[in-house]
């Protein structure tokens, strides 16, 4: 073992050292999608999230199409065919800025995109993936319903033949980039079972209303599909699946950029709780030279470097071929939690200013819990981990 004098110095930012478990390589894409971040989000998301709108979608898509993070773990069609963990960094940066943009980047990529790359034929590959890849065409992934969330098997949108044509009808909802898309993936029921369908959005009887009134994920654009006898030919079906493991699949590949998301925004309301202590002064001294401060912001420094470990072992898994559905439920089910009670915790930090847009905690906050929520919620991992321990099924 080194002698004191020899070893590296205590960094506040990574202090179990996991930059060292990085390649060069993997700090490029981090610091380039930081960067990025830097200069066109986080000057404009409080006002983006105050407004609850996203106005330049579009310019934001084709410029993170330009730095290759659309599909980024994908190969071929324009893909940048990066590993896990360089996805999973990605992420990390993207949610750091906001939950929002980093769902953009999410149903883009690992659901609309990775359910064309997997499932779609070679055609529609072709068709679709290119464009969606560069930013020029944005997709959507419709599988939640009204009525149906935590269990798709009950999900009323259908599809039926008529002669060589598909005929589709029914409602999704809470469908991130819904009103902005050109594809929607919809998966409905079908005689065969559920199938999955590229719908183009100019089709006759598609719509997207947009949702309003939302006071999470604000700067984000979440819409619901109105599939009113929407005729589609033979090939927009999905051929290479049939049943829920086709949508469920992609879900999961969603759900392990959340396992590094949730950390990002976990990690801004940590650097703001700690910068903030550091230079806050009451009773003559920084608001950090307090005992119950300095074990906040320890506490918090543990889960989110624990957190940020589980996400780097989960991908390097992915990137081996080995990880398992249920170690997804995991590092989701724990990293969303911790994230959310990160922000709380840096929320008492900052005091009354913690409820300000002018600092990121609340905004974070209050994202996380829709990402709480979405592509699975607390409940239902805990149930998928439930299942994997005991071998007992408690979901019927």
């Given at each position: 073992?080194?002698?004191?004098?020899?070893?590296?110095?205590?960094d506040?930012?990574?202090?179990?050292?996991?930059?060292?478990?990085?390649?060069?390589?993997?700090?490029?894409?981090?610091?380039?999608?930081?960067?990025?971040?830097?200069?066109?989000?986080?000057?404009?998301?409080?006002?983006?999230?105050?407004?609850?709108?996203?106005p330049?979608?579009r310019?934001?898509?084709?410029?993170?199409g330009?730095?290759?993070a659309?599909?980024?773990?994908?190969?071929?069609?324009?893909?940048?065919?990066?590993?896990?963990?360089?996805?999973?960094?990605?992420?990390?940066?993207?949610?750091?800025a906001?939950?929002?943009?980093r769902?953009?980047?999410?149903?883009?990529?690992?659901?609309?995109?990775?359910?064309?790359?997997?499932?779609?034929?070679e055609?529609?590959?072709q068709?679709?993936?290119?464009?969606?890849?560069?930013?020029?065409?944005?997709?959507?992934?419709?599988?939640?319903?009204?009525?149906?969330g935590?269990?798709?098997?009950?999900?009323?949108?259908?599809?039926?033949?008529d002669?060589s044509?598909?005929?589709?009808?029914?409602?999704?909802?809470?469908?991130?980039?819904?009103?902005?898309a050109?594809?929607?993936?919809?998966?409905?029921?079908?005689?065969?079972?559920?199938?999955?369908?590229?719908?183009?959005?100019?089709?006759?009887?598609?719509?997207?209303?947009?949702?309003?009134?939302?006071?999470?994920l604000?700067?984000?654009?979440?819409?619901?599909?109105?599939?009113?006898?929407?005729?589609?030919?033979?090939?927009?079906?999905?051929?290479?699946?049939?049943?829920?493991?086709?949508?469920?699949?992609?879900?999961?590949?969603?759900?392990?950029?959340?396992?590094w998301?949730?950390?990002?925004?976990?990690?801004?309301?940590?650097?703001?709780?700690?910068?903030y202590?550091?230079t806050?002064?009451?009773f003559?001294?920084?608001?950090?030279?307090?005992?119950?401060?300095?074990?906040?912001?320890?506490?918090?420094?543990?889960?989110?470097?624990?957190?940020?470990?589980?996400?780097?072992?989960?991908g390097?898994?992915?990137?081996a071929?080995?990880?398992?559905?249920?170690?997804?439920?995991?590092?989701?089910?724990?990293?969303?939690?911790?994230?959310?009670?990160?922000?709380?915790?840096?929320?008492?930090?900052?005091?009354a200013?913690?409820?300000?847009?002018?600092?990121?905690?609340?905004?974070?906050?209050t994202?996380?819990?829709?990402?709480?929520?979405?592509?699975?919620?607390?409940?239902?991992?805990?149930?998928?981990?439930?299942?994997?321990?005991?071998?007992?099924?408690?979901?019927?």
């Amino acid at each position: 073992m080194p002698t004191p004098s020899k070893l590296p110095p205590f960094d506040p930012a990574d202090p179990l050292g996991v930059d060292d478990l990085l390649g060069p390589e993997d700090l490029a894409v981090r610091d380039t999608v930081r960067a990025w971040a830097a200069d066109r989000v986080l000057p404009y998301v409080a006002e983006w999230y105050e407004k609850g709108e996203l106005p330049v979608i579009r310019e934001l898509a084709r410029e993170l199409g330009g730095l290759g993070a659309l599909g980024m773990s994908l190969e071929g069609y324009g893909c940048a065919g990066a590993s896990a963990v360089q996805y999973g960094l990605a992420c990390l940066e993207l949610e750091a800025a906001d939950s929002g943009i980093r769902s953009l980047v999410s149903v883009q990529g690992s659901l609309a995109m990775y359910a064309i790359h997997a499932y779609g034929s070679e055609e529609q590959k072709q068709r679709w993936l290119p464009s969606m890849a560069a930013g020029e065409t944005i997709g959507c992934f419709g599988l939640t319903e009204p009525d149906h969330g935590s269990d798709p098997a009950g999900m009323r949108t259908s599809a039926r033949r008529d002669g060589s044509d598909w005929i589709l009808d029914g409602r999704k909802m809470w469908i991130t980039n819904g009103s902005v898309a050109g594809v929607a993936v919809v998966w409905a029921r079908t005689d065969d079972g559920v199938r999955g369908f590229a719908v183009p959005t100019d089709t006759p009887g598609f719509s997207a209303p947009e949702i309003k009134h939302k006071w999470s994920l604000r700067a984000s654009v979440t819409s619901e599909l109105v599939m009113d006898g929407v005729r589609l030919p033979a090939d927009a079906v999905l051929p290479g699946v049939t049943g829920l493991k086709g949508p469920l699949s992609c879900l999961s590949h969603a759900r392990y950029g959340i396992v590094w998301g949730a950390m990002g925004a976990a990690r801004a309301s940590f650097e703001a709780a700690l910068e903030y202590a550091r230079t806050r002064e009451q009773f003559g001294r920084p608001i950090g030279g307090f005992q119950l401060t300095q074990a906040k912001l320890a506490d918090m420094a543990v889960e989110l470097h624990k957190g940020i470990l589980l996400a780097h072992h989960l991908g390097r898994r992915m990137d081996a071929g080995v990880l398992r559905p249920e170690q997804v439920s995991f590092g989701k089910l724990n990293n969303v939690r911790e994230a959310i009670a990160i922000c709380r915790t840096a929320r008492t930090i900052l005091g009354a200013n913690g409820i300000s847009l002018e600092y990121p905690v609340m905004r974070h906050a209050t994202n996380l819990e829709s990402v709480l929520t979405y592509e699975g919620t607390s409940e239902m991992h805990q149930l998928v981990l439930g299942k994997a321990l005991t071998g007992l099924d408690a979901f019927r």
